[in-house]
């Protein structure tokens, strides 16, 4: 048993106080004292002893504003923070007030021990310290509706309460903390060392290092004056006796005094129904990603947000308080109940637009209706065997699904279980895939494309309970600490398993499923699947999708382009080739690397497509781009193969017309699209090669520039939010022409929500009218009088000048088509309101070095910008996003180009 007793240095009884006036953010009119009674006899502690508690209130400003409280926050710091953690939510739930908005009042407390609070002299437990908190919310008189907000040990605490108080709770709020330690992990290092034998009194108390180590721990560091605020209640020995009392306290076993109380407290969480909230920074040493999961399956109905680049120190790192105000003004999930806050709606309603619904087929139709044909569902043009092309009939692919997600459910995979597939684009892929989805298993898909880091990240924060994957992915998930049990898709020497850590192999499923015993199928509303997007506009975020949106995907498709029983689909954009089985239609992706589309050659998809006979064919525009570049190489087999096509897809980045031209003059047969969408929304609206003409040809139509994406698709409307002088888009969804703003779209097969981004998914939502969902893209453009989308480049890199708005698309077009250039992209440079253009191409040939343009080159592209334009610099290469290797990274070059001006070195950006 660890004894509680804390050192010795605690015996030292120090008295309450307020704080010293000029900490940074702290108003000393908050800080209160409160003498508190504390509640029922405890060791050391005589009956109805009194202790002095420092806390934060604005209550008092409150009510000197005439402002009616809605509801108490009560705010729980840990350790080794003190109140102080809380100053931001104060201010800002006091500024709301006085502009009118609803009244929070804030109570945040200094436990006992801690902070500005009395110093007992006494161990305190957490059954202890959530007497505590009970006892001064009762001296307090608080009552309902009350939410609670804790951080790391004051998270337990607040929960403590929150579970033995249902009749006043309203809701429950956390940053990093843990309710639960898993009897097969260890407890995190940091701790580990804190609590060992010589260390946790000389570490804690003694010393300032448990205090100067958690300090450390902001993202971006903190400024020495909000560490030193931090430090000022616990300056000497004899006041960070708390510190080491809570560290003691820590239950690292079930031996321990306090584990019965914190099993207590995380069983009692599952009963709870109250809205809940979990603002996480994945950067924690201590509290990673798996006490979130943890915490995620006692709350279910928990929104989450996940602040990549946060960590422990989350509330330093990032605005927790604009998020917590946020979600108090949001509607609670249950339809019976209330607002917490009455929301403002945030545009005006447009009319509801209703079609007779159709009844979605599953995504595994086609494999039940062709489980005994023999004709070709797909072809691997590169098997890991090495072995040529591999055939994969309807009746082989119909059996390995069922043998797979039969074989998947007797080693234990469960509906909802989420299951990472780290495996290139194959025949594996497609039968994991499928199989995964009619077992009622969550596919995570995170492509190479991401990178290792972005992969990580993806993978790590899309918490998988499963990973299937080649070698590769297998050695990274090892290497790199990827949560889940580990499946590989061939089979692998013992000692390969072992160190990678492998149950099963794809093989052993096959085997495991013979009796092909499947459970009841999902229904359209389950979770289907969690895509994540390029990563091209910041870390790659996870879409989730359900599997009556995906069949939508697959309808929409088929809608538009004809895709179905029978059509050859040639993929270049593997997630393309996986819809291939949903669609009815034989398919097969060329032989490339999917981590790097522009390897694609022309010969490689002639081979594609007459492998598979194809007729239609999809590709990204860097692999198009590259395609047209190396079709010298094309046999007249090649080309014969070629103008068999019918339709060509390229979609990802804007397609210039010229390229789609030259495209299209290698499949002669072939209409040319290029479809605009996303991963949040695969097909948005879609546009031909001679609709594009068309559109050039109107001078009217093309307004403020970009590239013309053409009408909606036919189940997906389109509207334009407009963008005010600061370039934000505040207009009311609208189909008025020639007005730039953000595009937002409604369509049936519009993603569901962002997984673990709750604060994401708020602001890409438009609530117009109960039961639409619109999206909003991050996209700027403009409808034309005839009904056609105009792109004109992504909201964060919207330029906003002293002369009004500027978007990058239409001068990048401009300068683009000038001899000599091969790619422009134009960036602001300069604060908000007052930025000055700067335009950044590449040249033909490239560039040896960076630098400015010459002369000539500048007088031209200032001639066509625009624009004005402070300056033209030129680069070998500009930087492209993975996936696509067509999305310039214009954020990157903003950095760099202000960097390059005011003196920084002449790099490549």
Not at 203 to 226: C, M, N, Q, R, S
Not at 570 to 584: K, R, T
Request: charged share 20%.
């Amino acid at each position: 048993m660890v004894s509680f007793r804390q050192p010795r240095t605690a015996t030292a009884l120090a008295p309450a106080s307020v704080p010293p006036s000029g900490l940074p953010g702290l108003d000393p009119e908050w800080s209160r004292i409160l003498d508190v009674v504390e509640s029922g006899p405890d060791a050391g502690t005589a009956p109805g002893a009194t202790h002095a508690w420092h806390l934060l209130d604005n209550g008092e400003q409150l009510a000197a504003l005439g402002a009616e409280p809605v509801g108490t926050i009560l705010c729980v710091h840990g350790n080794p923070t003190w109140s102080y953690l809380w100053r931001d939510l104060v201010a800002q739930a006091t500024s709301a007030a006085a502009e009118g908005r609803p009244a929070w009042r804030v109570i945040a407390v200094d436990q006992l021990d801690m902070g500005f609070s009395e110093r007992t002299g006494v161990a305190r437990p957490l059954a202890r310290r959530v007497r505590d908190l009970d006892d001064l919310t009762r001296a307090l008189g608080l009552t309902g509706p009350v939410v609670t907000f804790g951080h790391d040990w004051g998270g337990v605490v607040s929960l403590g309460w929150a579970v033995d108080h249902p009749e006043h709770l309203a809701g429950v709020m956390l940053l990093n903390t843990a309710i639960h330690q898993s009897d097969t992990e260890p407890i995190p290092a940091p701790l580990r060392l804190a609590l060992a034998r010589g260390v946790l009194g000389a570490g804690t108390v003694t010393t300032t290092a448990f205090l100067d180590t958690t300090l450390a721990l902001g993202h971006p560091a903190l400024p020495t004056a909000v560490k030193n605020a931090y430090r000022a209640p616990y300056r000497t020995s004899a006041r960070r006796g708390g510190i080491g009392g809570f560290v003691a306290d820590i239950p690292v076993d079930a031996r321990h005094g306090s584990h019965a109380e914190l099993d207590r407290i995380a069983e009692s969480l599952r009963s709870l129904t109250v809205p809940a909230l979990l603002l996480w920074g994945p950067r924690d040493p201590i509290f990673s990603d798996r006490y979130l999961d943890d915490l995620s399956d006692r709350l279910p109905h928990a929104d989450v947000h996940r602040f990549e680049g946060a960590g422990h120190l989350i509330a330093e790192d990032v605005d927790y308080a604009g998020a917590a105000l946020g979600w108090l003004a949001q509607p609670t999930p249950s339809a019976e109940s209330t607002p917490l806050v009455e929301p403002t709606p945030l545009v005006e309603p447009v009319e509801t637009h209703t079609e007779p619904v159709e009844p979605p087929r599953p995504l595994w139709h086609y494999l039940d209706e062709l489980r005994d044909s023999d004709e070709t569902a797909l072809i691997d043009m590169a098997p890991s065997t090495g072995a040529g092309p591999r055939v994969v009939s309807w009746r082989l692919l119909s059996r390995r699904v069922r043998e797979i997600a039969a074989g998947l459910h007797q080693i234990g995979v469960r509906r909802g279980d989420r299951v990472s597939l780290l495996v290139p684009p194959s025949a594996d892929l497609t039968a994991v895939l499928y199989a995964c989805i009619r077992l009622g298993a969550i596919v995570v898909v995170a492509d190479a494309g991401l990178g290792l880091t972005g992969l990580t990240r993806a993978v790590r924060g899309a918490r998988p309970d499963h990973v299937i994957g080649a070698v590769p992915g297998l050695m990274a998930a090892r290497a790199l600490g990827w949560p889940g049990q580990k499946i590989s898709v061939n089979r692998l020497p013992r000692a390969s398993r072992r160190a990678l850590g492998v149950s099963y192999a794809l093989a052993d499923l096959i085997s495991l499923g013979r009796d092909e015993e499947l459970p009841e199928p999902p229904q359209p509303g389950d979770v289907a699947a969690v895509l994540f997007t390029s990563g091209s506009t910041g870390p790659a975020k996870g879409v989730v999708y359900t599997h009556g949106q995906l069949s939508a995907v697959s309808r929409a498709l088929h809608a538009q382009y004809g895709v179905g029983r029978g059509t050859g689909l040639v993929a270049g954009f593997a997630p393309f080739a996986l819809l291939g089985p949903a669609l009815g239609a034989r398919s097969v992706t060329p032989d490339m690397d999917v981590t790097a589309p522009k390897t694609l050659t022309a010969t490689a998809v002639a081979a594609a497509v007459a492998a598979i006979d194809a007729t239609v064919v999809f590709l990204s525009p860097a692999a198009l781009a590259n395609v047209v570049a190396t079709q010298g190489e094309l046999t007249p087999s090649d080309r014969a193969a070629l103008a068999r096509v019918t339709s060509f897809l390229s979609a990802g980045a804007p397609v210039s017309e010229p390229l789609l031209a030259s495209a299209a003059a290698l499949m002669p047969g072939a209409s040319a699209h290029t479809p605009y969408g996303m991963t949040e929304g695969l097909l948005m609206t879609d546009i031909t090669l001679d609709g594009i003409r068309e559109a050039a040809r109107d001078d009217v139509a093309r307004g403020p520039g970009g590239v013309c994406v053409g009408r909606p698709a036919a189940t997906t409307r389109v509207r334009i939010s407009a963008l005010d002088e600061t370039g934000a888009a505040v207009g009311e969804l609208s189909e008025d022409p020639q007005v730039t703003g953000e595009i937002v779209v409604s369509a049936p097969h519009v993603k569901d929500h962002y997984d673990r981004l709750w604060l994401t998914d708020q602001a890409a939502t438009r609530a117009v009218t109960p039961g639409e969902r619109w999206h909003r893209t991050g996209d700027v453009g403009h409808l034309d009088a005839a009904g056609r989308l105009w792109v004109e480049g992504r909201l964060p890199h919207v330029i906003t000048t002293p002369h009004g708005v500027v978007t990058p698309v239409g001068p990048e077009l401009a300068v683009s088509a000038l001899a000599g250039v091969d790619r422009a992209a134009a960036v602001g440079v300069g604060p908000a309101g007052s930025q000055q253009v700067v335009i950044v191409v590449e040249t033909v040939p490239p560039a040896a070095r960076v630098g400015l343009a010459e002369p000539a080159l500048a007088a031209a592209v200032r001639g066509v910008a625009g624009q004005p334009v402070a300056a033209v610099l030129v680069v070998p290469h500009l930087p492209t996003d993975i996936r696509h290797n067509s999305k310039i990274d214009r954020t990157r070059l903003a950095g760099w180009a202000h960097g390059i001006l005011t003196g920084a070195r002449l790099t490549q950006p």
